[in-house]
């Protein structure tokens, strides 16, 4: 929409001062500096002028960084996403993780135990360490390295929870 203000403004702009110059130039040759004649001998003129405005309105109205919000919020927004999927992934219990092996990858360094799952906005990496008993959930980055996006105590067992129904 910016470009298309900008393009009416141009054309505008070049057929008003193209016709401004004309009448100029008519008004210097003749000598008379008082605009005579009907509203349709400067019909063109005007429309141009209206032209050109049109096109300022259109290009002032409508910025060109409209569609960078747009991607800054969806950015943020599949940030948060991933932050809430580590965090989901990290509070899971390390017996829920080994049950659903297919789900979840295990590999076994020198730190403690290594988890890595597909969330479907990239793969999640979760380090259980042996030495202090935390979890951190992290992603790579293109580089390789790690971008930390939760870490909280190493839950070994969930607690199971007894439900009672009364009738």
């Not at 009448?23 to 349709?40: E, R």
Request: glycine share 8%; charged share 15%; proline share 1%.
């Amino acid at each position: 929409m910016y470009l298309l203000g900008v393009i009416i403004a141009a054309f505008g702009g070049i057929f008003t001062a193209i016709y401004l110059f004309s009448f100029l130039y008519n008004k210097v040759k003749t000598g008379h500096f008082i605009a005579s004649g009907n509203i349709q001998g400067h019909f063109i003129g005007i429309s141009m002028i209206l032209l050109l405005c049109l096109g300022l309105f259109i290009s002032f109205t409508h910025p060109t960084n409209t569609n960078q919000r747009v991607n800054a919020n969806s950015m943020s927004s599949e940030k948060e996403t991933l932050k809430s999927y580590a965090k989901t992934f990290g509070l899971k219990s390390v017996d829920e993780l080994q049950q659903k092996s297919n789900v979840y990858s295990s590999s076994q360094i020198t730190e403690g135990t290594l988890y890595s799952w597909n969330s479907g906005k990239g793969i999640l990496m979760r380090l259980d360490t042996n030495s202090d008993g935390m979890t951190t959930v992290y992603k790579l980055d293109n580089d390789n390295n790690k971008i930390v996006l939760w870490t909280g105590k190493t839950i070994f067992q969930r607690t199971k929870v007894n439900r009672y129904y009364l009738n």
